[in-house]
C-alpha cells in the first residue's frame, strides 16, 4: 500500500474518532450496546480475572506507559542502531497519549459508575489505555513486519479492552475509540517519516 493510501487511511480513522466522540456528546448518555455490555460485566465478574485486569491497569497507564515503555523501548532500538524506529517509537506514543488527553478534555464523557479497585481521571472517551496498547502493536508490526508480532498486538489490543470494560473505567465505544485513535496515530507517525520506508533484504516494502 502507498505511503499516501496510508495517510489517508489515518486521518479517516482519526475522524471517526472525533465524528464518535461529537456523537457521544450529542447523545449525553451510553450506547446501548455500551449498557448491554456493562450489565453482562457486572454480572459476570469473576475473581480469576481480577489480578489480570489490574496489570493491565498497570501496563497501560501511569508512569510506567508514560515513561518506561516510550523511552525504555527507544533506549532499546538505539542499541539495536535503529535511530529512525527510535524516533517513530517516541514520536507516536507521545501524540498518542497527547490526543488521548485532548479528546478526554474535549468530550469530557462521564465514566461509568460501577468501577472496581483503581483510581481514574476525569473523562472516558476514548480510553488511554486501549490507545496506549494500539499504538504500541502497530509500531512494532510496522517495526519487525512479523505475522506473529501482528497477532500478539491484536489480543493484546483486545485484552486490554476486555480489562478496561470488566474494571468499569470505561465504556465498549471508549475502548473502540481508543483503538483506532492509536492505530491510526501509529500508522500516521510512520508514514511521514521516509526513512522508515527503505525495503529490507528480502522482504517488499511496506
Known amino acids: 500500500m502507498r505511503r499516501y493510501h496510508l495517510v489517508i487511511a489515518a486521518v479517516a480513522a482519526l475522524a471517526l474518532v472525533v465524528g464518535l466522540g461529537a456523537l457521544i456528546g450529542l447523545r449525553g448518555s451510553p450506547f446501548g450496546f455500551d449498557s448491554e455490555w456493562m450489565t453482562e460485566v457486572l454480572e459476570e465478574r469473576a475473581a480469576w480475572f481480577t489480578i489480570p485486569a489490574l496489570l493491565m491497569d498497570f501496563l497501560g497507564g501511569g508512569w510506567f506507559a508514560v515513561f518506561v515503555v516510550p523511552l525504555g523501548g527507544a533506549l532499546v532500538l538505539l542499541l ?58 502497530v509500531m512494532l508490526g510496522l517495526i519487525v513486519r512479523r505475522a506473529w508480532v501482528w497477532a500478539a498486538g491484536v489480543a493484546y489490543v483486545v485484552l486490554m479492552a476486555l480489562s478496561r470494560t470488566y474494571l468499569g473505567a470505561h465504556w465498549v465505544s471508549d475502548t473502540l475509540g481508543g483503538a483506532l485513535l492509536g492505530a491510526a496515530v501509529a500508522v500516521l507517525v510512520w508514514s511521514l517519516i521516509p526513512p522508515l520506508h527503505r525495503p529490507r533484504p528480502g522482504a517488499a516494502p511496506v
Not at 462521564?110 to 486501549?130: C, M, T, Y
Open 80 to 137: 539495536l542502531r535503529k535511530r529512525w524506529e527510535a524516533l517513530y517509537w517516541v514520536l507516536g506514543s507521545a501524540l498518542s497519549a497527547g490526543l488521548v488527553q485532548a479528546f478526554k478534555a474535549l468530550f469530557g464523557r462521564a465514566r461509568p459508575e460501577d468501577i472496581l479497585l483503581i483510581h481514574v481521571d476525569a473523562g472516558s472517551f476514548p480510553s488511554g489505555h486501549v490507545a496506549n496498547a494500539a499504538t504500541i502493536a
